[in-house]
């Protein structure tokens, strides 16, 4: 069965620093690798998404994320952290031709606190 | 504008009632979705909708029931059969319910017990 791993709960970081969040899926073949932001008390917004071609995705709000294969890898990146991006951020991963049930699954979740 | 809407924000549910979620979106997307959040445990899908008049059970679907007689409207009814029904209830939409498809999120409702 298909599995997300988030590793990091909570993250801290100080404002302008760089940030990495971890995501390792657990899958059989090339999947659709998504990852979202949820504010506090708020919906989830996409941040960016990977199908195919470049392993290195660009999103949004400065956010990229680059694919590893044969780590099973999805790791979000920031290069300067604002403090507007204190939120709760989640990984997902879908696979082609799974429907429905299985459109998408979300990791447990990493709360980033960035400090002033 | 486009999106998708929730109602209420704070639901209040007394001992053995069943309550109703509302779910309402205007980007003519076919499919439908409800999830579950509770701290720690991220996103758990509840019911699944590929398209109107059609619903499916996703992965813990006891104590809730949901209905698709219109393609803008999803609603989730918690059931006194729901034991634990304290948390964050999100509703999302997709254009169709590939897995490539991008889910769309609305900004939930916090269901609380008295």
């Known amino acids: 069965a298909q599995s997300v791993t988030q590793p990091d709960i909570h993250i801290t970081v100080s404002e302008g620093a760089s940030l990495e969040l971890r995501c390792n899926y657990s899958?059989?073949?090339?999947?659709?690798l998504f990852w979202y932001v949820q504010s506090p008390g708020q919906g989830l917004q996409l941040l960016l998404k990977y199908f195919s071609g470049d392993t290195l995705v660009q999103g949004i709000k400065g956010f990229e994320a680059e694919f590893k294969r044969s780590q099973s890898s999805f790791n979000l990146r920031k290069p300067s952290v604002h403090w507007s991006d204190a939120a709760e951020y989640f990984c997902a991963v879908a696979q082609k031709g799974d429907r429905g049930r299985r459109a998408l699954t979300f990791g447990s979740g990493t709360r980033l606190q960035v400090q002033p | 504008d486009g999106g998708i809407t929730q109602s209420p924000k704070y639901l209040f549910r007394k001992e053995g009632q069943n309550v109703t979620l509302s779910c309402e979106q205007n980007l003519n997307h076919d499919a439908m979705y409800w999830y579950r959040q509770d701290p720690g445990q991220g996103l758990r899908l509840i019911y699944y909708?590929?398209?109107?008049?059609?619903?499916q059970k996703g992965d813990i679907a006891e104590g809730y029931s949901v209905s698709r007689e219109k393609k803008e409207s999803f609603p989730l009814t918690v059931t006194s059969a729901q034991k634990n029904p304290t948390a964050f209830y999100l509703c999302?939409?997709?254009?169709?319910?590939?897995?490539?498809?991008?889910?769309?999120f609305g900004p939930g409702t916090r269901l609380l017990v008295l």
């Open positions: 999302a939409s997709s254009a169709d319910p590939e897995p490539g498809e991008t889910q769309y």
């Open positions: 909708s590929q398209i109107v008049n059609d619903f």
């Open positions: 899958y059989g073949a090339t999947p659709y």
